[in-house]
Nanobody
Framework: QVQVVESGGGVVQAGGSLRLSCAAS????????MGWFRQAPGKEREFVMS????????FSTSLGGGRFSIAKDSAKNTVYLQMNNLTPEDTAVYYC?????????????????WGQGTQVTVSS
């Protein structure tokens, strides 16, 4: 049984920063990749960033505009999402996901394990 648990969400003013953490636990679980997605009210879930567990390859889109970065602690099966210069448009529930399969790590269907989500609210 693999569990994925996020933490670090909260309320921040525009221009502020937050760091989200996500730990994947399971006796024999070794991720192929872990990633972050987000879903704003009334919108579809969208990919934020992901990282392969072997090496340091990361994947992103223009969504973060260079404001977001991802890092890992392999020994702890933990991935972090650093978000800087946040805007109200970044308000969403942020979900962490993990997969042991080699797949396209930028799409949600590649991930088998999901956290419950953590709310990020950016006030103007």
């Amino acid at each position: 049984q693999v569990q994925v648990v996020e933490s670090g969400g909260g309320v921040v003013q525009a221009g502020g920063s937050l760091r989200l953490s996500c730990a994947a636990s399971g006796d024999t679980f070794r991720p192929y990749a872990m990633g972050w997605f987000r879903q704003a009210p009334g919108k579809e879930r969208e990919f934020v960033m992901s990282m392969l567990w072997t090496g340091y390859n990361t994947f992103s889109t223009s969504l973060g505009g260079g404001r977001f970065s991802i890092a890992k602690d392999s020994a702890k099966n933990t991935v972090y999402l650093q978000m800087n210069n946040l805007t109200p448009e970044d308000t969403a529930v942020y979900y962490c996901a993990a997969t042991a399969r080699g797949a396209n790590v930028m799409i949600a269907t590649s991930y088998d394990y999901w956290g419950q989500g953590t709310q990020v609210t950016v006030s103007s």
